[in-house]
């Protein structure tokens, strides 16, 4: 693997790993899409660092495991917006 791509990846899983982001949050901060960190993470970091590999792997479950609780609050400040409870 190149040393850039190998930098990449490394730098993208410390950020998950130490502040417990979304893979969407990670892909705003580092300017890359969705589908790019997700296969950094997943695919690539194993061959990297299998340590980091296990850390990143639980954020992302645990992340996987919250999706629909964060998007019923999304849902229900978007509607409570439209009422004009909040601004």
């Known amino acids: 693997m190149r040393e850039e791509l190998i930098v990449r990846v490394m ?5 998950i790993a130490e502040t417990g982001a979304t893979v969407r949050e990670t892909a705003k901060v580092f300017h890359f899409s969705k589908s790019t ?4 993470v997943t695919e690539r970091l194993y061959y990297i660092d ?4 296990k ?3 639980k954020v992302l479950r645990k992340n996987l495991d919250e999706r629909h609780l964060r998007g019923g ?14 601004r």
């Open 11 to 15: 730098e993208e899983a410390r950020y």
């Open 37 to 40: 960190v997700h296969k950094d």
């Open 50 to 53: 299998g340590a980091l590999f």
């Open 55 to 57: 850390e990143v792997k």
């Open 73 to 86: 609050l999304a849902t229900r400040e978007k509607y409570r917006k439209a009422k004009g409870l909040i």
